[in-house]
């Protein structure tokens, strides 16, 4: 294999992989936040 | 949906044991909408240093007045000279039995009201600490169950449409966010018609009947998707309706017995009531009416200089959002198992 093919290859496979690790991170770390969260307070009685 | 959201908003619900708590941490900023008694509602919006408005009630009626079993009371009439436990001086409940002495022709000493915990009244009242108490359920069914109470009034009978409990949000908020209000409203108002009109053959998300296959993790199990998700079988009487699931839910989440739930959803039908919960001024006005000649608003009273009306304390404008589609499935899903 050619010199600047494995140097394309190897750059491909390194912008995937922080591609699906950008992506994973903004899921697993951002998920829960785009969520909008409210406490509401109450007594056990009416 | 807010604009904030593409899943809906993450309500976490709070207790509290008793209200000064939930009005410290409200003027601390630790707190932003919570469930009060609607006269402290109001001395809050007057005289507390962070602006509230009530957005909705949270039901109507629901309170009892308690005697002992053996009590010779058959009304009102009969206490003259009794001792009364009250839930707060600052209650509907207090207000309630100034309207029944108004109406039996009490002088003012011709009862007393004491202050007392709603969970210990019951156990109040069998110690002989008081004569009656009036309280939110189900610390009146409390009394009946175990025996040694009973019902000398309904606030059906004696006040029709009582507002007990109103749900109160910080002005901060309805400012910032008033879609994640109009959410919060329009949950509460669909929660209120599933409990009184729902369909009986139909299961909230997250409840399963005995002998149904569960799922491993439930995101929608009641209290949140660590929990077990609730399981249970059919009432003889309640059968699968949204009464008998909200018992479940609730005594889930109160660690109170779903059976004492069941009975105050059911013994009568219309012992307590989540429709029909409008703000309506004409209801306001007959309490803060009260509430002034009792003089709740004694740090700020009400004057024509410094007026205070429902539009003070009151931003009924979330009411005409509509309500939210709940996560309901049908129960035939169940016998194709």
Known sequence: ?46 | MTEHSTSGTLFESKRYTNFPAVIDDIQAGNLEAGFLLAPLAMVLAREGSRPVKIVHLGHRDGTCLVVPKDSTAQSFADLRGARIAIPHRYSNQRILIERLKEQYGFLDDEVELIDFPPPEMPAGLKAGQFDAYIVGEPHAARSELEGFGRILHYTKDVWPNFISCVLVVTQDLIDTNPALVQELVSGISASGEWLDRGPDDQLMAGVYLEGDALPERDPNAPGGAGREPLVFAPGAELGTSARMQAAQIGGMYYGQPPKLLEYVLSKPPDRVKYTDLSLNREDFAEIQRYAEELGFFAKRPVTAADPFGFDDYCDPRFESGGQRPLPLRPLAMQEER
Do not use: Q, Y
């Open chain 1, 1 to 46: 294999m050619k010199l600047s093919t494995r140097i394309l290859l190897a750059f491909a496979v390194f912008l995937t992989g922080i591609t699906f690790l950008h992506g994973g991170l903004n899921h697993g770390w951002f998920e829960d936040r785009v969520r909008a969260r409210l406490v509401v307070a109450h007594l056990p009685v009416t």
